[in-house]
């Protein structure tokens, strides 16, 4: 019987991967949203999008952090020894799609033209979307 197989997670762990998942909800999702208010935010007048981005920014940081230290955590829960080559490769290259995340996302704050400020948005909104979709093959 399948019922009988499942348990729960162990207290630790669940702390550890709901910060992760959290801190991605907040990272990836606001991507999301913010890309749909931008036709509303632009109708609200000059300054009124790159006001918001920059509140957002003071949300997206902060996540984009604990990611990256809750993600080290995850590392150190795991033990090396039952990674499968295949963990290994998605491992790695969720980390590149991580590392395009914060460059794509930095760029995007400091671009002057609109090519490169909607470019560069949109690098760091796939490499983010990537680099979850690697994070939830890592935990299955
Ligand atoms: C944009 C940044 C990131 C996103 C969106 C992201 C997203 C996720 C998601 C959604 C999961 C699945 C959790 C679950 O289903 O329980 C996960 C797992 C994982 N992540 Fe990340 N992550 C990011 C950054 C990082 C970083 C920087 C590291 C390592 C330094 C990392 C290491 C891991 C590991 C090892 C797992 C597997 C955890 C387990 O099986 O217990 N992640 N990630």
Redesign the pocket.
């Known amino acids: 019987m399948l019922a009988s197989t499942l348990t729960l997670t162990p207290g630790v762990?669940t702390l550890r991967?709901f910060l992760?998942?959290t801190a991605?909800a907040v990272?990836?999702g606001g991507q999301f949203v913010m890309l749909g208010l931008l036709p509303t935010a632009r109708q609200l007048g000059d300054g009124a999008a790159q006001k918001l981005a920059r509140a957002f920014a003071r949300l997206s940081w902060p996540a984009f952090a604990l990611?990256?230290i809750t993600?080290?955590w995850?590392?150190m829960?795991?033990q090396s020894s039952t990674k499968s080559t295949g963990w290994n490769v998605v491992?790695s290259i969720?980390?590149v799609m991580?590392i395009l995340?914060g460059l794509g996302a930095w760029l995007h704050g400091r671009a002057k033209s609109k090519g490169g400020t909607a470019a560069w948005g949109s690098i760091a909104g796939t490499a983010?979307l990537l680099?979850?979709l690697g994070?939830?093959m890592?935990?299955g």
């Open positions: 762990d991967l992760h998942v991605a990272w990836v990611l990256v993600g080290a995850n590392m829960a795991l491992f969720k980390m991580v995340a983010s680099a979850l994070g939830v890592l935990a």
